[in-house]
């Protein structure tokens, strides 16, 4: 059985590096400093919510539907992930008065969907 790469130092908490790697196939051995990549500096519990959302194919909803949790929820995780690989999380503006008409006229007209227009509406209000 194998056992998850261990992405920080269990006295300090510090990043944990990677510095021998071993073929079980060949028997070959490369020892040096390896980075594991920007993922493997994410909790376990972050790494698991991105594992979540592509299997949900970024589908904020799905996601939601999964974890048993509301739309804020699962996109306050999402940012959180965001700023925890390095990225600014850019905001929405508020919505507008003529926004907000404009989201409406294109749903009477059938350009949106109703979900889309929710979407939009709650996305671009919170």
């Known amino acids: 059985m194998a056992y998850p790469v261990p992405t920080r130092c269990p ?20 020892e040096g400093h390896f980075s594991m990549g920007r993922l493997y500096e994410l909790s376990p519990e ?3 919510f991105v594992e979540l959302f592509v299997r949900c194919e970024g589908k904020i909803n799905r996601v939601g539907e999964e974890l048993g949790v509301s739309y804020p929820t699962v996109r306050a995780r999402l940012e959180e992930v965001i700023r925890a690989l390095g990225y600014e999380v850019k905001e929405e503006p508020p919505l507008t008065r003529d926004d907000r008409r404009a989201i409406l006229e294109q749903l ?12 939009l509406l709650k996305v671009k209000g919170s």
């Open 11 to 30: 006295v300090c908490g510090d990043i944990a590096e990677v510095t021998r790697l071993h073929c079980r196939q060949c028997d070959t051995s490369i």
């Open 46 to 48: 972050q790494l698991a």
């Open 108 to 119: 009477a007209a059938g350009e949106i969907s109703s979900e889309e227009a929710i979407r």
